[in-house]
């Protein structure tokens, strides 16, 4: 198969799960996306990258395949990886519900649209509860027909942002109630989401909020796309943002001369707001509080870098991939 064939069908996810203090554990789940049950190496997966944070105990792993076959490998991962986290003893700064917190299905190759995504994510719902007794999932995004909820408004609807969770109030969409084992994992399909967190050099939390509240899309002057939170992160202040894609062409220059990156799925046109436009605007008002900032990290890459990475690593038959990249995006 030609490069620019393979890369018509990929399909990438960000599995997120509640764990990154323990690496061994970490590399354990990203390699069940990779190989089989008899320690073969399935082809045509590869694991682009790992992001571990001590502080949040979260690790975003990034899993590329084919639409064919990405369903069975992130259900290898979660399947390990529920069976390795408790979240009875879960300890972390970041907000998280789930074992397996995070199942997003993104659509990067031009033969694969948002519905597409959306049934896959339906059918790995439904296989996760049953391989692993016990868990639930609530649907976001295109999983969730026909009402399409992002994944923001999911997470508020069942108060995945609030310290202390009881379980008993949550109504899954797949799966028994939710016990605290397991908790409860988000499935969903959406355009791509990259994740940009800029550290502020502060540890007061109220300075960060209001820094977050500004750029959040939801509020005047904020930026299209942008989810946000601020945390306390490594005796900073992270403002951690989710930059989703917004459908159409780059808004109007009131968001700066910033060119902002732009791709194509099903037919349809999606950009993304550029880590540089975040950076300055987090930079801009923090400066109003005293404060300065110290550096950005982008978890993951953009559409175009995921899907470029993945050809390559596909075409070579890598599947330790994040081994390669040495950490150069995290």
């Known amino acids: 198969m030609s490069c620019s064939a393979l890369g018509r069908r990929l399909v990438a996810c960000l599995l997120n799960i509640s764990e990154a203090r323990r690496r061994d554990l970490v590399e354990t789940v990203a390699r069940s996306a990779i190989t089989d049950t008899h320690g073969k190496k399935r082809e045509g997966i590869t694991v682009l990258n790992i992001f571990n944070d001590v502080d949040y105990n979260r690790s975003v792993i990034t899993i590329v395949a084919s639409i064919d076959l990405i369903r069975e490998a992130v259900l290898s991962a979660c399947e390990r990886a529920c069976s390795l986290i408790d979240m009875n003893v879960h300890e972390g700064i970041h907000p998280c519900m789930g074992a397996v917190d995070l199942v997003p299905l993104y659509p990067l190759g031009e033969e694969v649209g948002l519905e597409d995504c959306g049934r896959e994510a339906q059918a ?105 939170m601020a945390l306390p992160h490594e005796g900073a202040v992270e403002i951690a943002c989710n930059v989703e894609s917004v459908q159409g062409g780059p808004p109007s220059s009131s968001y700066g001369e910033e060119k902002w990156p732009s791709f194509t799925v099903g037919g349809q046109n999606f950009c993304h707001a550029p880590a540089s436009l975040i950076t300055a605007r987090v930079a801009e008002l923090a400066r109003h509080h005293g404060v300065a900032i110290k550096g950005t990290a982008l978890v993951g890459f953009t559409p175009h870098e995921c899907q470029r990475l993945a050809v390559g690593a596909l075409s070579n038959g890598i599947g330790e991939f994040w081994k390669e990249l040495q950490r150069v995006h995290m």
């Open 124 to 228: 790995l719902a439904t296989a996760l509860t049953e391989r692993v007794t016990g868990t639930s999932v609530f649907l976001f995004g295109w999983a969730d027909t026909p009402q399409h909820r992002g994944l923001a408004k999911r997470r508020k609807e069942i108060s995945w942002f609030k310290k202390v969770l009881d379980m008993s109030t949550i109504q899954p969409d797949v799966g028994p109630q939710p016990t605290r084992k397991y908790g409860v994992t988000g499935v969903g399909a959406s355009p791509y989401v990259m994740n940009c967190n800029v550290t502020i050099e502060t540890q007061d939390l109220a300075v960060g909020r209001i820094v977050a509240s500004a750029i959040r899309e939801s509020s005047p002057g904020g930026i299209p796309g942008v989810q946000v």
